[in-house]
């Protein structure tokens, strides 16, 4: 199963992050999680947020550069060394890892790794193999 995240491109100018985040607050759509990559002249902002289709047709109207892009969310416990074995079966199928970002939810005692690979259909696989939890997109929207 994939999930929806949203990738914004920020210029690096003050206020540029507030303005999405006032947009989507306006439309009452929830940021579930997000992570800035950024450069000195740019940022990418990529965040799950419960309604992403509604929050890319939002933020385009509004003038920002916005892309979905599918990636998988797993959950592992959160304790020490347990982020080690989805990484290691990644690692041993030769299927390179992009980015990654991890947050804690409130519904749940585990953490949320959300990755980014060069090919899903392969790390699913291997994942369901290796019994690790691969979630929905509505267990991770609900959290």
């Not at 929830?30 to 992570?35: E, H």
């Not at 289709?53 to 892009?69: M, R």
């Not at 347990?82 to 953490?111: D, Q």
Request: charged share 25%; with cysteine; aromatic share 6%.
């Amino acid at each position: 199963m994939l999930v929806r995240q949203i990738s914004v491109f920020l210029e690096n100018k003050s206020g540029r992050l507030a303005e999405v985040t006032r947009n989507l607050c306006e439309e009452n759509i929830d940021i579930r999680a997000l992570y800035i990559a950024d450069t000195t002249e740019y940022g990418i902002l990529r965040m799950l947020v419960d309604r992403p289709e509604d929050a890319l047709k939002v933020l385009t109207d509004n003038g920002f550069t916005v892309h979905a892009t599918d990636v998988i969310a797993i959950a592992v416990e959160d304790k020490p060394g347990c982020l080690e074995e989805p990484l290691r079966i990644l690692s041993e199928a030769g299927i390179s890892l992009e980015y990654l970002y991890a947050y804690v939810g409130r519904t749940t005692p585990n953490a949320v790794i959300v990755l980014r690979v060069e090919n899903n259909e392969q790390a699913l696989s291997k994942f369901t193999e290796a019994g690790i939890c691969i979630l929905s997109p509505q267990e991770v929207y609900d959290i």
